[in-house]
């Protein structure tokens, strides 16, 4: 597709369900990001994904999250035992070189 | 890690004036990038700068790479009301794991 698409675009959860976040890149471009961003915060990294490379995990803030990516493309960003403090808008980027973009975002509320 | 402070975290603007926002860093970026948010969308992507000393505009917007790749500014023009929303900064550095870091963002609001 033209940009990043994330979906959902809004889940709203059960406190300690599991969620899964999808992002499919711009198509060619090798690397993939995720970020976090908690309301009116900036955005916090959590993990990058660079071709065959293993990915950069240095962000991820627990075990709970774990993010694969597979055939070099689509993504998926997983939260096991989903807590309150988990609620946020997590943001996936795509590259080629040096140029990032983003996409809408996943709206993720915990209750 | 690497550290970016963005300045000023809000401001009011009223129509027709120009605004000025910053960044600063501890350490050098290969890449300086500059997205606007609105609320309720991701960042989408205003200027990008790769060489330092860099001036690039895009419309309304200006923006700089510091010749000592420690910073970077963003003006903006002849504001207009659409121009509300919240700027970030991020920097990009290959050496670094190729992650952006961002700054903490300008919120840019309407003068009541």
């Known amino acids: 597709g033209a940009g990043v698409s994330q979906s959902p675009s809004n889940k709203v959860t059960e406190k300690g369900k599991d969620v899964e976040l999808r992002c499919d890149p711009i198509?060619?471009?090798?690397?993939l990001y995720w970020y976090r961003q908690s309301l009116g915060q900036g955005l916090e990294f959590l993990i990058y994904f660079q071709g065959n490379s293993a990915p950069d995990k240095s962000g991820l803030p627990s075990d709970r999250f774990s993010a694969e990516r597979t055939g070099g493309s689509v993504s998926t960003l997983t939260i096991q035992r989903t807590q309150q403090e988990d609620s946020a808008v997590y943001l996936c980027a795509s590259s080629y070189e040096d140029t990032i973009y983003f996409g809408e975002g996943s709206w993720l509320t915990v209750v | 890690g690497q550290q970016l402070n963005q300045s000023p975290q809000s401001m009011f603007i009223q129509e027709g004036e120009d605004v000025s926002m910053n960044c600063t860093s501890s350490s050098i970026f290969n890449t300086w990038l500059w997205y606007k948010q609105d609320p309720g969308e991701g960042p989408v992507l205003l200027i990008a700068?790769?060489?330092?000393?860099e001036l690039t505009s895009n419309g309304r917007l200006t923006a700089q790479f510091g010749i000592t790749r420690k910073d970077s500014f963003l003006n903006i023009s002849a504001s207009i009301p659409s121009d509300v929303g919240i700027y970030f900064c991020a920097g990009h550095l290959k050496a670094a794991g190729n992650k952006l870091t961002f700054g903490g963002g300008t919120r840019v609001l309407v003068k009541p």
């Open positions: 700068l790769y060489k330092a000393g």
């Open positions: 198509s060619g471009h090798t690397a």
